[in-house]
């Protein structure tokens, strides 16, 4: 039974490490946080980087 509880508060730890990682890397976050601080926010991705070169 201890095992099992053991396996529940893993998966739970790395479900919120995997969340918090999305988080910090969401280019809308990043965007609006550029936004607010009055800066510039470049992103480039392989779609767009067809579209630029």
């Not at 396996?7 to 999305?22: C, E, G, S, T």
């Not at 607010?36 to 480039?44: E, P």
């Amino acid at each position: 039974m201890l095992w099992l509880i053991r396996i529940a508060i893993l998966a739970l730890v790395i479900y919120f490490i995997a969340k918090i990682i999305k988080y910090l890397r969401n280019p809308k976050r990043k965007l609006q946080h550029a936004h607010n601080g009055k800066r510039y926010f470049f992103m480039m991705t392989l779609k767009i980087f067809g579209k630029t070169f």
